[in-house]
Protein backbone atom coordinates (compact mmCIF):
# COMPACT_ATOMS: atom_id res chain seq x y z
CA UNK A 1 0.00 0.00 0.00
CA UNK A 2 1.55 3.32 -1.03
CA UNK A 3 1.89 5.59 2.07
CA UNK A 4 2.83 9.30 2.27
CA UNK A 5 3.43 10.72 5.55
CA UNK A 6 4.42 14.33 6.42
CA UNK A 7 5.49 15.69 9.06
CA UNK A 8 7.76 19.02 10.44
CA UNK A 9 5.12 21.63 10.12
CA UNK A 10 4.28 24.17 13.28
CA UNK A 11 4.43 27.40 14.85
CA UNK A 12 7.25 29.63 12.86
CA UNK A 13 7.69 33.07 13.12
CA UNK A 14 7.57 35.48 9.69
CA UNK A 15 11.30 35.44 8.64
CA UNK A 16 11.74 32.09 10.48
CA UNK A 17 12.84 28.67 8.71
CA UNK A 18 11.09 25.12 9.18
CA UNK A 19 12.24 22.01 7.61
CA UNK A 20 9.02 19.49 6.56
CA UNK A 21 9.78 15.96 5.54
CA UNK A 22 7.64 12.97 3.95
CA UNK A 23 8.33 9.23 4.07
CA UNK A 24 7.32 7.02 1.17
CA UNK A 25 6.70 3.58 1.58
CA UNK A 26 4.85 0.74 -0.54
CA UNK A 27 6.43 1.59 -3.61
CA UNK A 28 9.99 2.15 -6.02
CA UNK A 29 10.09 5.49 -4.52
CA UNK A 30 13.46 6.08 -6.88
CA UNK A 31 11.20 6.09 -9.36
CA UNK A 32 9.16 9.19 -8.80
CA UNK A 33 8.95 12.54 -9.48
CA UNK A 34 7.95 13.73 -5.65
CA UNK A 35 6.08 17.36 -5.05
CA UNK A 36 4.74 19.72 -2.11
CA UNK A 37 1.80 21.44 -2.84
CA UNK A 38 -0.27 23.84 -0.06
CA UNK A 39 -3.27 24.63 0.49
CA UNK A 40 -3.76 28.00 2.76
CA UNK A 41 -7.08 27.57 5.03
CA UNK A 42 -9.93 27.68 3.15
CA UNK A 43 -8.38 28.54 -0.19
CA UNK A 44 -7.11 26.03 -3.20
CA UNK A 45 -4.63 24.47 -4.04
CA UNK A 46 -0.58 25.24 -5.22
CA UNK A 47 2.16 23.16 -6.20
CA UNK A 48 5.37 24.31 -5.02
CA UNK A 49 7.93 22.49 -5.63
CA UNK A 50 9.12 19.65 -7.44
CA UNK A 51 11.68 17.08 -8.13
CA UNK A 52 12.83 14.55 -10.69
CA UNK A 53 13.10 10.73 -9.49
CA UNK A 54 16.90 10.58 -9.55
CA UNK A 55 17.11 14.53 -7.79
CA UNK A 56 18.34 15.77 -10.58
CA UNK A 57 15.74 18.32 -11.91
CA UNK A 58 14.03 20.73 -9.29
CA UNK A 59 11.53 23.36 -9.90
CA UNK A 60 9.53 26.24 -8.41
CA UNK A 61 6.76 28.37 -7.97
CA UNK A 62 8.11 31.94 -8.22
CA UNK A 63 6.30 32.55 -4.93
CA UNK A 64 9.16 30.55 -2.81
CA UNK A 65 11.92 30.15 -5.41
CA UNK A 66 15.14 31.51 -3.71
CA UNK A 67 13.08 30.60 -0.30
CA UNK A 68 12.59 27.15 -0.64
CA UNK A 69 14.58 24.10 -1.20
CA UNK A 70 13.23 20.64 -2.34
CA UNK A 71 15.27 17.93 -1.75
CA UNK A 72 15.42 13.40 -1.88
CA UNK A 73 17.06 10.85 -0.23
CA UNK A 74 16.35 8.05 -2.11
CA UNK A 75 18.45 5.51 0.83
CA UNK A 76 15.77 6.48 2.99
CA UNK A 77 12.31 6.86 0.72
CA UNK A 78 11.99 10.75 1.62
CA UNK A 79 11.49 13.99 -0.12
CA UNK A 80 11.95 17.61 2.15
CA UNK A 81 11.21 20.87 1.68
CA UNK A 82 13.37 23.17 3.72
CA UNK A 83 11.61 27.10 3.85
CA UNK A 84 13.69 29.72 4.89
CA UNK A 85 12.23 33.60 5.08
CA UNK A 86 8.94 31.96 5.72
CA UNK A 87 6.32 35.09 5.38
CA UNK A 88 2.59 35.30 6.48
CA UNK A 89 1.10 33.94 3.37
CA UNK A 90 3.18 30.58 3.12
CA UNK A 91 0.80 29.38 6.22
CA UNK A 92 -1.06 26.68 4.52
CA UNK A 93 -1.32 22.45 4.54
CA UNK A 94 1.30 21.09 3.00
CA UNK A 95 0.96 17.71 1.01
CA UNK A 96 3.49 15.99 -0.30
CA UNK A 97 2.33 14.05 -3.49
CA UNK A 98 3.88 11.41 -5.66
CA UNK A 99 3.57 11.37 -9.63
CA UNK A 100 2.97 8.25 -11.62
CA UNK A 101 5.47 6.48 -13.84
CA UNK A 102 3.19 6.27 -16.50
CA UNK A 103 3.79 9.84 -18.67
CA UNK A 104 0.16 12.09 -18.09
CA UNK A 105 -0.10 11.09 -14.14
CA UNK A 106 0.53 13.73 -11.53
CA UNK A 107 -0.38 13.67 -7.70
CA UNK A 108 -1.77 10.30 -8.05
CA UNK A 109 -1.30 9.73 -4.09
CA UNK A 110 -1.54 12.12 -1.09
CA UNK A 111 -0.21 12.71 1.89
CA UNK A 112 -2.46 13.87 4.53
CA UNK A 113 -0.84 16.80 4.75
CA UNK A 114 1.05 19.11 7.61
CA UNK A 115 0.14 22.26 8.86
CA UNK A 116 2.06 25.21 8.96
CA UNK A 117 1.47 28.57 10.47
CA UNK A 118 3.35 31.62 10.37
CA UNK A 119 2.57 34.80 12.63
CA UNK A 120 4.14 36.30 15.32
CA UNK B 1 1.13 31.33 -15.79
CA UNK B 2 -1.38 29.22 -16.98
CA UNK B 3 -4.59 30.43 -15.39
CA UNK B 4 -7.35 28.17 -14.49
CA UNK B 5 -10.66 28.78 -14.54
CA UNK B 6 -13.53 26.93 -13.04
CA UNK B 7 -17.18 27.18 -13.57
CA UNK B 8 -19.75 27.70 -11.53
CA UNK B 9 -18.11 28.20 -8.15
CA UNK B 10 -20.79 26.22 -6.38
CA UNK B 11 -22.78 23.55 -7.56
CA UNK B 12 -26.06 22.71 -5.52
CA UNK B 13 -27.93 19.15 -6.47
CA UNK B 14 -29.69 16.32 -5.68
CA UNK B 15 -28.44 12.78 -5.52
CA UNK B 16 -29.38 11.16 -8.81
CA UNK B 17 -28.68 13.98 -10.87
CA UNK B 18 -26.80 14.50 -13.57
CA UNK B 19 -23.78 17.49 -12.81
CA UNK B 20 -21.65 18.96 -15.08
CA UNK B 21 -18.17 20.88 -14.01
CA UNK B 22 -16.23 23.41 -16.30
CA UNK B 23 -12.78 24.21 -16.46
CA UNK B 24 -11.07 26.55 -19.04
CA UNK B 25 -7.37 27.10 -19.71
CA UNK B 26 -5.90 30.89 -20.12
CA UNK B 27 -4.08 29.25 -23.19
CA UNK B 28 -3.60 25.57 -25.18
CA UNK B 29 -3.15 22.36 -22.98
CA UNK B 30 -3.54 19.62 -25.30
CA UNK B 31 -5.13 16.89 -22.73
CA UNK B 32 -2.43 17.16 -20.10
CA UNK B 33 -5.59 18.03 -17.24
CA UNK B 34 -6.32 16.58 -14.25
CA UNK B 35 -9.23 16.68 -11.94
CA UNK B 36 -9.12 15.86 -7.90
CA UNK B 37 -11.45 15.30 -5.45
CA UNK B 38 -11.78 17.14 -2.00
CA UNK B 39 -13.99 16.01 1.23
CA UNK B 40 -13.77 18.20 4.16
CA UNK B 41 -10.57 17.64 6.39
CA UNK B 42 -9.40 15.41 3.55
CA UNK B 43 -6.41 15.50 1.22
CA UNK B 44 -7.39 15.74 -2.65
CA UNK B 45 -7.75 12.67 -4.69
CA UNK B 46 -6.77 11.90 -8.17
CA UNK B 47 -9.90 11.19 -10.35
CA UNK B 48 -9.29 12.20 -13.93
CA UNK B 49 -5.93 12.77 -15.63
CA UNK B 50 -5.05 13.11 -19.52
CA UNK B 51 -8.31 14.97 -19.35
CA UNK B 52 -10.58 11.81 -20.30
CA UNK B 53 -8.80 8.62 -18.36
CA UNK B 54 -10.24 7.67 -14.86
CA UNK B 55 -7.59 7.09 -12.70
CA UNK B 56 -7.22 3.50 -10.37
CA UNK B 57 -9.91 2.88 -8.79
CA UNK B 58 -12.43 5.81 -9.62
CA UNK B 59 -16.19 4.65 -10.32
CA UNK B 60 -17.46 5.09 -13.76
CA UNK B 61 -20.13 7.45 -13.42
CA UNK B 62 -16.90 10.33 -13.35
CA UNK B 63 -16.18 10.86 -17.06
CA UNK B 64 -13.83 13.95 -18.07
CA UNK B 65 -13.86 15.51 -21.97
CA UNK B 66 -12.37 18.21 -23.95
CA UNK B 67 -8.95 19.68 -25.33
CA UNK B 68 -7.28 22.50 -25.86
CA UNK B 69 -8.86 25.07 -23.70
CA UNK B 70 -12.42 23.50 -22.42
CA UNK B 71 -12.82 20.82 -20.39
CA UNK B 72 -15.58 19.34 -18.70
CA UNK B 73 -15.95 16.91 -15.55
CA UNK B 74 -19.28 14.67 -15.71
CA UNK B 75 -21.29 12.99 -13.08
CA UNK B 76 -23.52 10.93 -14.72
CA UNK B 77 -25.70 9.87 -11.44
CA UNK B 78 -24.42 11.98 -8.40
CA UNK B 79 -24.05 9.63 -5.17
CA UNK B 80 -23.81 10.71 -1.55
CA UNK B 81 -20.28 10.57 -1.44
CA UNK B 82 -19.69 12.72 -3.98
CA UNK B 83 -20.86 16.19 -2.75
CA UNK B 84 -17.62 17.58 -2.19
CA UNK B 85 -14.93 20.15 -3.73
CA UNK B 86 -13.91 19.38 -7.06
CA UNK B 87 -9.55 21.07 -9.00
CA UNK B 88 -8.89 20.79 -12.40
CA UNK B 89 -5.39 21.34 -12.70
CA UNK B 90 -2.96 21.67 -15.56
CA UNK B 91 0.70 20.16 -16.51
CA UNK B 92 1.34 21.39 -19.59
CA UNK B 93 3.77 24.20 -18.64
CA UNK B 94 4.94 24.54 -15.41
CA UNK B 95 3.99 25.97 -12.84
CA UNK B 96 1.14 23.26 -12.92
CA UNK B 97 -1.44 25.43 -11.76
CA UNK B 98 -4.92 24.76 -10.58
CA UNK B 99 -8.45 25.88 -10.47
CA UNK B 100 -10.16 27.34 -7.95
CA UNK B 101 -12.61 25.04 -7.38
CA UNK B 102 -15.94 24.21 -7.65
CA UNK B 103 -17.90 22.87 -5.00
CA UNK B 104 -20.77 20.67 -5.08
CA UNK B 105 -23.16 20.77 -2.17
CA UNK B 106 -26.50 18.99 -1.51
CA UNK B 107 -29.63 21.30 -2.78
Known amino acids: EVQLVEFGGGLVQPGGSLRLSCAAS????????MNWVRQAPGKGLECVAS????????SYVDSVRGRFTISRDNAKNSVHLQMNSLRVEDAAVYYC?????????????WGQGTLVTVSS | EIVMTQSPATLSMSPGERVTLSCRAS??????LAWYQQKPGQAPRLLIY???TRATGIPARFSGSGSGTEFTLTISSLQSEDFAVYYC?????????FGQGTKVDIK
Open chain 2, 27 to 32: QRISSY
Open chain 1, 26 to 33: GFTFDSHW
Open chain 1, 51 to 58: IKYDGTEK
Open chain 2, 50 to 52: GAS
Open chain 2, 89 to 97: QQHSNWPWT
Open chain 1, 97 to 109: TRDGVAPGIYHDY
